[in-house]
């Protein structure tokens, strides 16, 4: 049987065939054409997910690199801007707390915004292998620290290249990884002597460099599971590629975001940086300091020849050396230190608008890829550094001076030096004399002048005063040039006795030197008498206890000791050496268990703060026994359960109380500390107690008398 169709039903039969046909394309082909498709965009998201990355870790080593050469400026300038002279001044907690170390701190906060990093500080090498920290810009009164704190080298510690001379930065984050982000430069800091004696740090928190490697990472991931995905479905793929598509977008964002950072870090950046192409002309690119430094406005300096700059500081010929200076970096025949020792203006003096400053430059060679090499420039102005060197040297010539002058007449015998001074008194005020007689001529003004400084001069000859004598000795030529003119004028005497005047200024600098001399032989006698009292007491008590104590004298303000105080602090330090040595400082066997040297140290230094009195007296016993303080307490109060740990350290210094099991000629009566509560007391007076299985620390605030 057959059948034909025909009309309507042959069109639903052509329908029919059409809709199997596809049915059977979608079967077969579509799957292969999907995962084919899925395949390729996979491969597209790599290529873009590869390119990306690289364009941020590009980006990422800019911004590093940018970062790293501002921290080594930063470290560089840290290490020369604190003397290891001052440095060396701050050793312990006490040394904290003057305003010295207070202006330091304050002068760290001042480089640290200056320089744009989050922490500038000082480690000392303290030999051991340990390093001590110095000082640091930050007053967060919770997060203080100063020279007490030591800390122990370790193997991978960042500092060790700077204690070889040589300034590293690194990622704080490679040791302790939640300080991501944290970048650190550390540099030697020489002394005079060429030597390393401590390490200047600076620490700054890029967050900026945080976000790009933790991008990174995730992106690494994120190539990693790429492939395994493309195995999966094509739906995945393109929710991939929409989530990649985003990120793209993001990292667009961030790298726009990076490049303002570096803009912003360009104009703060406290040199001047630029770019010289071949025609020595600068080029767009500069920091805005560049416009300070050379006191010329913006608009002034694009596209000016450098050279054309600074013609007005420099000679013909030394332009012509510049000139053959900058030809001889664009040729790139002779090595980067080799090129910066040959510098001409390494430093010199720029003169603009009547005024001149002194600027150090560095030149260096950049080549780039598919475009013409240029030269970046830095330049820095020094002028302050300078004055503050002439300052020093001028302070360290007047120093020289008065050690000179001190050294002559500590050899001169006082009744003697007496006598030199009043008889150079006498010839000055002669000399003031005939300079108001109108009877005298000008010439014999001039005569007697002369005569009366050849008096002085003599004299101090005699006496070995030869600074004093050799300016006296120029005076004299400048008198007998003024002798040798025709005519004389009262202008010529007056300026003869303005130089006389600066010379005598030297004489009172003599009377001044005595009375510290005298001063100090006086404050000298008073501290030798109380450290002679005390250590004999502590010669004589140690032997009673067969204890081996030293006793390490600090600071001694003279001040405090030769006020009224002087008896009672006397009296107090005398009840704290016997408490000490026969309470807190161990046997040596003891010692020696607790790894202690076997020889007891007890510490003391007076100081004068702000008005009043501080006494600081410390040992390294083993502090208060607390539980035995108790039990005494307790014994004396059998109604009280508990007592607070304020309540038992009050409690040593009442009347009759001893933890001593005997009476001794040294201690156990508990009369001693009782007598210290009363002469604090009786002073207006206060006493802070730190104990603590190293040692005991008693400090006493008195008041000085008005």
């Keep these: 049987m057959s059948f034909n169709c025909s009309g309507p039903d042959k069109v639903k039969v052509t329908q029919m065939k059409i809709f199997d046909t596809m049915n059977r394309f979608l079967k077969t082909t579509g799957p292969r054409l999907i995962l084919g498709l899925f395949f390729i965009s996979s491969l597209m998201v790599l290529l873009i997910s590869g390119v990306l990355r690289t364009q941020m870790y590009n980006s990422g080593v800019m911004l590093a690199e940018t970062t790293q050469n501002h921290l080594v400026s930063a470290a560089q300038a840290l290490a020369e801007f604190i003397s290891p002279e001052e440095l060396s001044l701050y050793h312990t907690i006490e040394d904290t707390k003057t305003e010295a170390f207070q202006e330091l701190k304050h002068r760290l906060v001042a480089f640290a915004e200056n320089h744009n990093i989050l922490y500038a500080y000082f480690w000392r090498y303290y030999g051991n292998n340990q390093l001590q920290f110095i000082v640091d810009n930050d007053f967060d009164p919770t997060e203080e620290v100063g020279p007490w704190v030591i800390i122990d080298i370790v193997e991978?510690?960042?500092?060790?290249?700077?204690?070889?001379?040589n300034i590293v930065v690194s990622n704080l984050g490679v040791i302790v990884p939640t300080w991501d982000g944290l970048i650190t430069a550390?540099?030697?800091?020489?002394?005079?002597?060429?030597n390393i004696r401590s390490i200047a740090g600076v620490d700054i928190l890029d967050r900026y460099l945080y976000i790009q490697r933790r991008d990174a990472r995730r992106m690494t991931l994120l190539l990693a599971l790429a492939i395994p995905f493309s195995l999966i479905?094509?739906?995945l793929n393109l929710i991939l590629y929409r989530r990649r598509a985003k990120q793209i977008e993001k990292s667009h964002v961030e790298l726009s975001h990076e490049k303002n950072v570096i803009q912003t870090m360009k104009d703060n950046i406290h040199q001047g940086i630029f770019l010289m192409d071949r025609e020595l002309k600068i080029l767009p690119l500069y920091s805005r300091s560049l416009i300070q430094i050379l006191s010329y406005y913006d608009s002034e300096l694009e596209g000016r020849n450098f050279l054309d700059i600074i013609s007005t500081s420099l000679s013909t010929k030394q332009l012509q050396i510049m000139q053959?200076?900058?030809?001889?970096?664009f040729s790139n025949e002779k090595s980067a230190k080799l090129l910066e020792e040959a510098n001409p203006i390494s430093e010199f003096e720029y003169k603009i608008d009547d005024r001149i400053k002194i600027l150090t430059t560095r030149f260096q060679l950049i080549d780039q890829i598919g475009s013409e090499s240029v030269i970046i420039g830095v330049i820095q102005d020094i002028s302050r550094e300078k004055e503050f060197e002439m300052e020093l040297q001028l302070q360290r010539e007047a120093q020289e001076l008065e050690m000179k002058n001190m050294f002559d007449v500590i050899q001169i015998?006082?009744?003697?030096?007496?006598?030199?001074?009043?008889e150079a008194e006498a010839n000055f005020n002669y000399i003031n004399s005939i300079l108001k007689d109108k009877t005298l001529t000008e010439k014999q003004v001039i005569t007697k002048f002369y005569q009366n400084i050849h008096a002085i001069k003599a004299n101090a000859l005699i006496l070995g005063l030869e600074s004093f004598s050799n300016k006296l000795h120029a005076?004299?030529?400048?008198?007998?040039?003024?002798?040798?003119?025709?005519?004389?004028?009262?202008?010529?005497?007056?300026?003869?006795?303005?130089?006389?005047?600066?010379i005598m200024q030297d004489k009172d600098a003599f009377l001044t030197i005595t009375k510290k001399i005298e001063t100090f032989k006086s404050s000298n006698q008073i501290d030798s008498v109380l450290v002679h009292s005390l250590n004999k007491a502590v010669e004589k008590i140690s032997a009673e206890t067969q204890k081996n104590v030293e006793l390490e004298i600090g600071y001694m303000d003279i001040s405090v000791l030769e006020s009224k105080l002087r008896k009672p602090i006397k009296d107090i330090l005398f009840q704290c050496v016997r408490n000490s040595i026969y309470h807190g400082i161990e046997p040596a066997e003891e010692r020696r268990r607790k790894n202690k040297k076997p020889q007891g140290l007890l510490s003391l230094s007076i100081r004068n703060v702000d008005g009043m009195a501080e006494i600081i007296f410390s040992d390294d016993g083993q502090g208060l026994d607390l539980e035995k303080i108790k039990k005494k307490y307790l014994e004396t109060r059998p109604g009280v359960k508990e007592v607070s740990r304020k309540a038992l350290l009050a409690s040593i210094f009442d009347p009759e109380f001893s933890t001593a099991n005997m009476?001794?000629?040294?201690?156990?009566?508990?009369?001693?500390?009782s007598l210290v509560k009363d002469l604090v007391k009786e002073n207006n007076g206060t006493i802070n107690i730190n104990s603590s299985e190293s040692g005991l620390t008693l400090k006493f605030i008195l008041a000085l008398p008005a």
């Design 156 to 165: 991978d510690y960042l500092a060790l290249p700077a204690l070889a001379g």
């Design 186 to 194: 550390y540099a030697p800091v020489f002394d005079r002597h060429g």
């Design 233 to 235: 479905s094509g739906i």
């Design 324 to 329: 053959d200076y900058f030809d001889m970096i």
């Design 413 to 422: 015998d006082p009744m003697v030096f007496h006598d030199f001074i009043e």
């Design 475 to 502: 005076l004299e030529d400048d008198i007998k040039a003024v002798s040798a003119q025709e005519e004389i004028t009262v202008k010529d005497t007056l300026s003869l006795a303005v130089k006389l005047e600066l």
């Design 663 to 673: 009476t001794s000629t040294v201690a156990g009566r508990g009369i001693g500390l």
